[in-house]
């Protein structure tokens, strides 16, 4: 599975963005989607993930009520949705999946996406 994240990029705090994670090579459908992110010295860290039927979701609390995610697996894809921006959630923005019903909070996912850069100005 391949995964590519795109979206991010440059938004004043408060503003909206949304990325999308599109998988190539083997369909999602299966698949548990989650996100990740990782700010200038800091270590990765956990934001959201969703089962494969999109039926149940955890977010980080730093997030909540703040970011949606979700998916179409007929366009194997899984999307975060990113609304009330702050300068705290600059950071580079990894997808990643795993297969499995489980939905992960802990980065012990088989693929990766390469990463979006989200920038948000104060």
């Known amino acids: 599975v391949q995964l590519q994240a795109c979206g991010g990029g440059l938004v004043q705090a408060g503003g909206s963005l949304r990325l999308s994670c599109a998988a190539s090579g083997r369909t999602l459908s299966t698949y548990v989607g989650g996100w990740f992110r990782q700010a200038p010295g800091k270590e990765r860290e956990f934001v959201a993930a969703?089962?494969?039927?999109?039926?149940?979701?955890d977010y980080a609390d730093s997030v909540k009520g703040r970011f949606t995610i979700s998916r179409d697996n007929a366009k194997n894809t899984v999307y975060l949705q990113m609304s009330s921006l702050k300068p705290e959630d600059t950071a580079v923005y990894y997808c990643?999946?795993?297969?499995?019903?489980?939905?992960?909070?802990?980065?012990?996912?088989?693929?990766w996406g390469q990463g979006t850069l989200v920038t948000v100005s104060s």
């Open positions: 969703i089962n494969w039927r999109g039926s149940r979701t």
């Open positions: 990643a999946a795993r297969h499995t019903t489980a939905v992960l909070t802990t980065p012990n996912y088989n693929y």
